[in-house]
T-cell receptor, first 112, second 112 residues
Framework: KQEVTQIPAALSVPEGENLVLNCSFT??????LQWFRQDPGKGLTSLLL?????REQTSGRLNASLDKSSGRSTLYIAASQPGDSATYLC???????????FGQGTRLTINP | DTEVTQTPKHLVMGMTNKKSLKCEQH?????MYWYKQKAKKPPELMFV???????INESVPSRFSPECPNSSLLNLHLHALQPEDSALYLC???????????FGSGTQLSVL
C-alpha cells in the first residue's frame, strides 16, 4: 500500500529565506507526483506536476524535484514571501491505479 | 477559463433534508472528481467520472449520490446525512484521468 509522508508537519520561517519541503513515498512505481497549495477553507491549487520520467519542474520561485529510486520529492521555494503562507500537499498517482495518494501536508508560515 | 466553480459555498442541512452540490468546468476536461476533506486532513477521494461515466466509487455510503449530466457538470446529491458527514466537499477536474488537477473552492457542509 502506497504511503506518502511529509516532513515537517509545520514550518515557520522569516520572510526572504529559501526553504525546502519534503515528501517521501513508499512505492516507487508512480505515474506522477503533484505538489498542491491550499489556503484555509479553500480548494487546492496545483503548483507543479512531475511525470515519473522527469527529474524536476520549475515555475517561478518554485522548483520541485523527484527521485523515484529513493522515493523522495522536494519542493524548493526561493525568496519566501508572506503570501506563500499556506498548507502544501504532495500527492502521488500510482501506476495502474486511478487515485491520488496524498500526504498529510506541511503548514508553512512566512513571518514578515 | 481555468476555473472550477462550485455552488453553494456554504450549506447547512438537517439529517432529514435533501440537498445537492453543483460543480461546473468549461475547460473541456473529461475527468471530474468529488473529494471530501475534514479539517487538517488531506482530501479523500469519493468518486471519479471519466467521459461522463462513473469509473471509481470509493465505497461511499449511498446517502451520497453523484451525477454527471454532461461533460461540464457534476452534481452530488445528499440525503439523510449524518453529523459526521460535515466537511469541505471539493470538486476537481483534469483533462484526462491522472493529469493535472484543477480544484474548485469547495462547499463547506454542516449537518445538524
Amino acid at each position: 500500500k502506497q504511503e506518502v509522508t511529509q516532513i515537517p508537519a509545520a514550518l515557520s520561517v522569516p520572510e526572504g529565506e529559501n526553504l525546502v519541503l519534503n515528501c517521501s513515498f513508499t512505492d516507487s512505481a508512480i505515474y506522477n507526483l503533484q505538489w498542491f497549495r491550499q489556503d484555509p477553507g479553500k480548494g487546492l491549487t496545483s503548483l507543479l506536476l512531475i511525470q515519473s520520467s522527469q527529474r524536476e519542474q520549475t515555475s517561478g520561485r518554485l522548483n520541485a524535484s523527484l527521485d523515484k529510486s529513493s522515493g523522495r520529492s522536494t519542493l524548493y521555494i526561493a525568496a519566501s514571501q508572506p503570501g506563500d503562507s499556506a498548507t502544501y500537499l504532495c500527492a502521488v498517482l500510482i501506476q495502474g491505479a486511478q487515485k491520488l495518494v496524498f500526504g498529510q501536508g506541511t503548514r508553512l508560515t512566512i513571518n514578515p | 477559463d481555468t476555473e472550477v466553480t462550485q455552488t453553494p459555498k456554504h450549506l447547512v442541512m438537517g439529517m432529514t433534508n435533501k440537498k445537492s452540490l453543483k460543480c461546473e468546468q468549461h475547460m473541456g476536461h473529461r475527468a471530474m472528481y468529488w473529494y471530501k476533506q475534514k479539517a487538517k486532513k488531506p482530501p479523500e477521494l469519493m468518486f471519479v467520472y471519466s467521459y461522463e461515466k462513473l469509473s471509481i466509487n470509493e465505497s461511499v455510503p449511498s446517502r451520497f449520490s453523484p451525477e454527471c449530466p454532461n461533460s461540464s457538470l457534476l452534481n452530488l446529491h445528499l440525503h439523510a446525512l449524518q453529523p459526521e458527514d460535515s466537511a469541505l466537499y471539493l470538486c476537481a477536474s483534469s483533462q484526462l484521468h491522472g493529469e493535472k488537477l484543477f480544484f474548485g473552492s469547495g462547499t463547506q457542509l454542516s449537518v445538524l
